[in-house]
C-alpha cells in the first residue's frame, strides 16, 4: 500500500471541528501531494457521497469517501482528532478519520487494498495501535501493513484467507464443505454506492458475528473489487439471507423463497449479531410475518437507509420523488420533442395524420408531425411510469406491474396526473400487503414472480376502474377548469407560489412537486397549464443566475471557490439547472436561500401577470422562441435575478459589517488586536 499512503497524507493532531472542514484539511494533504487535481471538484464529490448517508462508524471512525473525476490515483489521508469530529454515529464523534479517494475508473488491484483497509477497520487492534501511534510515518506503515502492531496477532479462529485481499477475477464463491453438525447457513450480499469502504467493513462484521454465534457464512461483496458470484448450491443450501446494501442487489432473484433480513448497509457495520438473530427468527417461522414485531416485506430501495423514527409524511415524500425522478427522462425528451414539432409545424401540427400512413421527406410538416407523435408516444409513459415507480419505492420490484398497470388505468379514465399518484400508492400498498401474508414454502418461489404480480394488479385494476377512478377524474376536471379560468390576481399568486418552492429547496422535494405539478399539465395542454410550465421554469433559472450576478459585481463578498462557481453558474441558470445555486446555499442557507426565494417569487409572478406560456417542460433559454411572450419572459427572470442577488449582496454585506463590529469591540474589550480581523477587513471592504 506504499503508493497509497505516506507520512504526509498523515495529520495526528487535525484541528477541524467539522466533517467538511476535516474533509477539507485532508484532501488539501492529498492534493498537495499531486493526487487530487482540482480540490473543490473533488470536495464536492466528497460532499454529495455524504450526503447520501453519513459516513460515521460506530467505534470513533470516520470515513468520508467518493470517487471522482478529480482524482489521480487512489489514494488514502488520515487525520486523528482529540476533540472528535461529527460523522454521524450513533455512539458518538470520531477520532479516526480516513478520507479515501479513488479515480472514477480505478484499477481493481488498489481498490482491493482499499477494501483490504476497510475490513481492518474493523478489528479493534488496528483502530488502538493507530490512536496510540506517535509519529506520522508510524501510522502510515500501519495502515500499509508494514508494521503490526507488538502483542497483536490474527485471532486463532479466524482463517487466513478471510484476511486477504480479494481475488478480483475469480467466477464464483466456492460452497465450503458442509459441517458434520449442519449449522446454520447463511448467504450474504453487501453493497454500498461507492463500493470502497462500507460494502467491505459490513462482510467483515457479519462474518465475525457469525464466528461467534456458530454460523456459517459467505458474503458476496458487490463492491469496487469485483462482483464474485455465490454459488448457486450455497444459496439453495442457505437457511436464509442478509442484503446489507444502499444500491439495488444485483441479480436478486436468486434468492427468491428464502427468508430474508433486508436493511442498509451501516446496519450490516453496527448491529450484525441482531440481523443474525433476526434471521434466526424468520427461518423459524417459515420465513413468515409471524416473526413478532418484524415485517416480512423486504425494505424497499428508497426505505434502505430510511431511521426507524421516520415518520409517514417523510416516507410518503420519499416514495413521491421516487417516481417523479423516473418520470423525468419522459418529461424532457416527449416534452422537448413536442415543442420542436409545433415550433417546425406550427400548433396544427397535432392534427397531423399518422405519419405511418402519410411521410413526406421532402416536407417539414411530415417532419414536424413525426417528432410530435414520438413526443407524444414518451409524454404518454408519463403517468404509467410514475405510478409504477411509486410502487417501485415502496415494495420493490413486484410493485411495478401493478403500478404500471394502475397508471395506464388512471390515463383510461382520465384521472391524469393525480390519478397516477394514488395508482401508484395503491400498487405499493397492496404488494406490501400480499408480503406479509403468510404462504406455505413451497409457494414462497412464484410468490415475486407470478402470485404478486396476478393478484396485485387485479386489485389495483378493481380500485382504479370502479372505486377511484371517477372521482379522481372529475378532481383533475376540476383542477383543469380551475388552471384554464385563472387570471389577474389569482395567477399572480399562483406564480408566487411557484416561485418559492422552486427556489426554497433547489433541486429538493419542494422543487420536485412544484416541478411536477407543472409538467403534469402539459400532458393536457390548456392556457392555465402553459402558463405554470413557463412559471414554474423561469423561477427555476433565477437561484443560479442571481449567484452569478452576485458574484459578478460584488466578488469579494464570496470564496475564491464561489466566484469559480459563480461562472458555471451563468450557463446553469440559463439552462433551467436549479441546482448550480446549491454550492452557496449550502455554505451561506440563510442568506442565499431566502434570497432565491424572494427572487423566484418575482419571476413567477411576473411572468404569470405577462401572460407567458411555455410548451416544452425544460430548455431554459434554448427554448426561448417556443415561450409565449418571450421579450416579456425574460424580463421576469431577469427581474427576479436582480432582486435576488441584491438581497444576498446586501445580507452577506450586513454579515461582514456586524462582524467588524464584534471583532472591534472584542478587541476593545481585551486591549488585543483579534487575530483574523485583518482577514475581515480585506474581505468586506468592497
Not at 481498490?111 to 488496528?126: P, T, Y
Not at 465450503?176 to 447457513?185: D, L, M, T, V, Y
Request: aromatic share 6%; glycine share 10%; hydrophobic share 50%.
Amino acid at each position: 500500500m506504499s503508493e497509497l499512503i505516506s507520512a504526509d497524507l498523515v495529520d495526528l493532531d487535525l484541528s477541524a471541528a467539522t466533517k467538511d472542514a476535516a474533509a477539507r484539511s485532508l484532501a488539501e494533504r492529498m492534493a498537495a501531494a499531486g493526487r487530487v487535481t482540482d480540490l473543490e471538484g473533488f470536495l464536492a464529490d466528497v460532499a454529495a457521497r455524504e450526503a447520501q448517508m453519513p459516513t460515521g462508524l460506530d467505534g470513533g471512525i470516520g470515513i468520508p469517501h467518493c470517487r471522482s473525476a478529480h482524482v489521480t490515483e487512489p489514494t488514502l489521508a488520515f487525520g486523528r482528532s482529540a476533540a472528535g469530529i461529527d460523522f454521524g454515529a450513533a455512539d458518538g464523534p470520531a477520532d479516526l478519520i480516513f478520507l479515501i479517494a479513488a479515480p472514477t475508473g480505478g484499477d481493481a488491484d488498489h481498490l482491493s487494498i482499499l477494501s483490504s483497509l476497510a475490513r481492518q477497520l474493523m478489528d479493534e487492534a488496528f483502530t488502538g495501535a493507530l490512536r496510540s501511534a506517535a509519529e506520522p510515518a508510524r501510522a502510515a506503515a500501519l495502515i500499509r501493513g508494514e508494521e503490526p502492531e507488538p502483542g497483536a496477532s490474527r485471532p486463532a479462529d479466524v482463517p487466513e484467507a478471510e484476511l486477504a485481499v480479494p481475488e478480483p477475477a475469480a467466477p464464483e464463491l466456492a460452497a465450503p464443505e458442509p459441517a458434520p453438525s449442519a449449522p446454520f447457513r447463511i448467504v450474504a450480499v453487501t453493497s454500498c454506492p461507492t463500493g470502497i469502504a462500507h460494502t467491505y467493513m459490513a462482510a467483515e462484521s457479519l462474518a465475525k458475528a457469525a464466528r461467534a454465534a456458530g454460523v456459517e457464512l459467505t458474503v458476496e461483496t458487490q463492491g469496487s473489487a469485483g462482483f464474485q458470484r455465490l454459488d448457486p448450491q450455497l444459496i439453495a443450501a442457505a437457511d436464509g439471507v442478509i442484503l446489507a446494501h444502499d444500491v439495488e442487489v444485483r441479480d436478486r432473484e436468486r434468492f427468491a423463497g428464502k427468508p430474508v433480513v433486508d436493511v442498509g448497509v451501516k446496519a450490516g457495520i453496527n448491529r450484525p449479531a441482531e440481523l443474525l438473530a433476526e434471521l434466526r427468527e424468520k427461518a423459524a417461522h417459515g420465513g413468515t410475518a409471524d416473526a413478532p414485531a418484524r415485517p416480512a416485506a423486504p425494505a424497499a430501495p428508497m426505505d434502505r437507509g430510511a431511521e426507524a423514527t421516520d415518520g409517514f409524511a417523510i416516507r410518503l415524500r420519499t416514495w413521491l420523488m421516487t417516481g417523479v425522478s423516473y418520470m423525468v427522462p419522459f418529461v424532457a425528451a416527449g416534452g422537448l420533442l413536442i415543442a420542436l414539432a409545433f415550433a417546425i409545424g406550427g400548433y396544427t401540427v397535432d392534427k397531423a395524420p399518422s405519419v405511418a400512413d402519410h411521410f413526406v421527406w421532402a416536407e417539414s410538416a411530415s417532419w414536424a408531425a413525426l417528432l410530435f407523435q414520438v413526443g407524444s408516444t414518451a409524454f404518454g409513459f408519463l403517468v404509467p411510469v410514475l405510478a409504477g415507480f411509486i410502487a417501485y419505492g415502496m415494495a420493490d420490484r413486484p410493485g411495478l406491474v401493478p403500478g404500471f398497470v394502475g397508471g395506464a388505468i388512471a390515463l383510461t379514465v382520465n384521472a391524469g396526473f393525480l390519478g397516477g399518484l394514488i395508482a401508484g400508492l395503491l400498487a405499493g400498498a397492496v404488494v406490501r400487503a400480499i408480503q406479509r401474508l403468510g404462504v406455505p414454502p413451497v409457494l414462497r418461489g412464484i410468490m415475486p414472480v407470478v402470485v404478486i404480480p396476478l393478484v396485485s394488479s387485479a386489485v389495483v385494476g378493481f380500485l382504479m376502474f370502479l372505486v377511484v377512478g371517477k372521482p379522481i377524474a372529475a378532481l383533475q376536471k376540476a383542477l383543469t377548469g380551475w388552471l384554464t379560468g385563472l387570471s389577474g390576481a389569482n395567477a399572480v399568486i399562483l406564480g408566487m407560489l411557484l416561485g418559492l418552492m422552486m427556489c426554497f429547496d433547489l433541486g429538493g422535494p419542494l422543487n420536485k412537486v412544484a416541478y411536477a405539478f407543472a409538467v403534469g399539465g402539459l400532458a393536457d395542454p390548456n392556457p392555465g397549464s402553459l402558463k405554470v410550465m413557463a412559471a414554474v421554469m423561469a423561477a427555476g433559472m433565477v437561484p443560479p443566475l442571481a449567484m452569478a450576478l452576485a458574484t459578478t459585481v460584488r466578488g469579494r463578498l464570496f470564496t475564491r471557490a464561489e466566484r469559480e462557481n459563480g461562472k458555471a453558474a451563468w450557463v446553469l441558470g440559463a439552462s433551467f439547472i436549479t441546482e448550480g445555486a446549491i454550492p452557496f446555499a449550502a455554505a451561506d442557507p440563510l442568506r442565499v436561500i431566502p434570497s432565491a426565494m424572494a427572487g423566484g417569487a418575482v419571476t413567477g409572478g411576473l411572468s404569470m401577470a405577462f401572460g407567458c406560456t411555455l410548451r416544452a417542460p425544460h430548455g431554459g433559454v434554448f427554448v426561448v422562441p417556443l415561450i409565449g411572450q418571450p421579450l416579456l419572459y425574460l424580463l421576469a427572470v431577469a427581474a427576479g435575478t436582480v432582486v435576488s442577488a441584491a438581497l444576498v449582496v446586501l445580507l452577506k454585506r450586513f454579515r461582514a459589517r456586524t462582524a467588524r463590529i464584534s471583532d472591534a469591540e472584542t478587541a476593545a474589550a481585551t486591549g488585543a488586536t483579534h487575530p483574523e480581523a485583518g482577514t475581515h477587513r480585506e474581505v468586506t471592504t468592497h
